[in-house]
C-alpha cells in the first residue's frame, strides 16, 4: 500500500485560494479588468505639479526674502530692517539648530541590510537626473 503523501498547510492554503478565483463572479473579474491602468492610455500631466518644499529649504528661501526685505526698506525705517535682518538669521540657523538637537546626525545614514550584508539598491531612472543618477549608481557597482 502506498503511502498518502499530506500536503503542508500552505499548499492547502494556495489550493484554497485558486479555488476561490475559479468561483470569482464574471462581473468582478470584469470590473477588475476595467480598473487597471491600461500601458497604452496617455495620461495628462498635470501642468503644475502640487509639490511641497522641505521645511529647511523653505526656512532658507524666507530667510533670503526678509534679508532682501530688510535692503529694500533700510532707507524708510532702520529699526524695521534691522528687526528684519535679525529674523532672517534665526530663519537661516534655524535648521542648523534643529539638525543639532535632534541628535547631531550629519552623518550619512545607515545602510540597508537585508540578511546580514548590505544592499545598495539603484535609484530611480525618472527623468535626465535620475538616468544621470542610475548611469553613475552602475559605474559605482562595478568596481
Known amino acids: 500500500m ?13 489550493l484554497e485560494i485558486l479555488e476561490k478565483a475559479e468561483r470569482e463572479p464574471g462581473w468582478r473579474r470584469l470590473l ?28 532658507l ?11 529694500v526698506i533700510r532707507d524708510w525705517s532702520r529699526t524695521l530692517a534691522l528687526l528684519l535682518a535679525i529674523l532672517s538669521l534665526l530663519a537661516f540657523f534655524t535648521p542648523v539648530v534643529r539638525q543639532l538637537k535632534g541628535g547631531g546626525g550629519w552623518s550619512p545614514d545607515r545602510p540597508r541590510r537585508w540578511r546580514g550584508r548590505d544592499i545598495d539598491l ?18 559605482r557597482q562595478r568596481r
Do not use: C, D, M
Request: aromatic share 12%.
Open 32 to 59: 477588475r479588468r476595467l480598473r487597471r491602468p491600461r500601458p497604452w492610455t496617455w495620461r495628462r500631466r498635470p501642468r503644475w505639479p502640487h509639490r511641497s518644499l522641505p521645511q529647511n529649504t523653505a526656512l
Open 122 to 139: 539603484p535609484p530611480p531612472r525618472r527623468g535626465v537626473t535620475g538616468w544621470l543618477r542610475y548611469q553613475w549608481w552602475r559605474i
Open 61 to 71: 528661501a524666507a530667510a533670503f526674502l526678509l534679508a532682501l526685505l530688510a535692503v
Open 2 to 14: 502506498p503511502k498518502e503523501q499530506r500536503s503542508s498547510r500552505l499548499e492547502e492554503q494556495i
